[in-house]
T-cell receptor
C-alpha cells in the first residue's frame, strides 16, 4: 500500500523568506508525485509533479520541489514567500502498475501561513 | 472552459435519506474519482473509474455507490446517509496515468 506523510500540520514563514513544506512517501513501485494547493472554500489546484527525469521540478506560482529517491522525499520549496501563498498544501502519490488501478493517496495537508 | 463540475455545492440531509452527488467533466478524461475531505485526514479515495463501464473501490467505499455509464459523468450515490458521511466531497478527473488530476469545487454535505 502506498502512503504519504506530511510531518508538519502548520508552517509559519515571514514574507520574503524561503519556505519548505515537507513530504515523504512510501510506495512499492515507481512513484508519481504531486503537490496541490487548496485555498479556503475552494477545490484543489495542481502545482507541480514529478514523473521521471530531473529531480528538481518547477511548477506554478514560483514553487518547486525536489525528488529525493534515497530519502523518499518530495519537499515543496519557494525562494521568497508571499502572503498570498498562505493556503493548505497537499502532497500526493500515485503508482501505475499497468493493471488499471488508479487513485491518488494524499497526505493530511500542511497549513502554510505567511506573515507580513 | 468548465473542467470538472460538481452539483450541488451544499446539501443538508437527514439520517437515512438518499441522494446523488453529480460530477461531470468536459475534457474527455478516462479517469474519474471521488474523494472525501475531513479535517486532519487529508483526502481519501472513495471510488474511482478508469473508463466508462468500469469502477472500483478506493480506501473508504462503504456507504457509497458509483456508476460510469458515460465518459463525462460519474455520480456518487449515498443510499442511506449517516452522520459519519458529513464531509466535503471532491470529484476529480485526469487523462491517463501519470498526469495531474483536475478537481471540482467540492460539495459540502451535512447529515443531521
Amino acid at each position: 500500500a502506498q502512503s504519504v506523510a506530511q510531518p508538519e500540520d502548520q508552517v509559519n514563514v515571514a514574507e520574503g523568506n524561503p519556505l519548505t513544506v515537507k513530504c515523504t512517501y512510501s510506495v512499492s513501485g515507481n512513484p508519481y508525485l504531486f503537490w496541490y494547493v487548496q485555498y479556503p472554500n475552494r477545490g484543489l489546484q495542481f502545482l507541480l509533479k514529478y514523473i521521471t527525469g530531473d529531480n528538481l521540478v518547477k511548477g506554478s506560482y514560483g514553487f518547486e520541489a525536489e525528488f529525493n529517491k534515497s530519502q523518499t522525499s518530495f519537499h515543496l520549496k519557494k525562494p521568497s514567500a508571499l502572503v498570498s501563498d498562505s493556503a493548505l498544501y497537499f502532497c500526493a502519490v500515485n503508482t501505475y502498475s499497468g493493471g488499471g488501478a488508479d487513485g491518488l493517496t494524499f497526505g493530511k495537508g500542511t497549513h502554510l501561513i505567511i506573515q507580513p | 472552459n468548465a473542467g470538472v463540475t460538481q452539483t450541488p455545492k451544499f446539501q443538508v440531509l437527514k439520517t437515512g435519506q438518499s441522494m446523488t452527488l453529480q460530477c461531470a467533466q468536459d475534457m474527455n478524461h478516462e479517469y474519474m474519482s471521488w474523494y472525501r475531505q475531513d479535517p486532519g485526514m487529508g483526502l481519501r479515495l472513495i471510488h474511482y473509474s478508469v473508463g466508462a463501464g468500469i469502477t472500483d473501490q478506493g480506501e473508504v467505499p462503504n456507504g457509497y455507490n458509483v456508476s460510469r455509464s458515460t465518459t463525462e459523468d460519474f455520480p456518487l450515490r449515498l443510499l442511506s446517509a449517516a452522520p459519519s458521511q458529513t464531509s466535503v466531497y471532491f470529484c476529480a478527473s485526469k487523462d491517463v496515468a501519470g498526469t495531474e488530476a483536475f478537481f471540482g469545487q467540492g460539495t459540502r454535505l451535512t447529515v443531521v
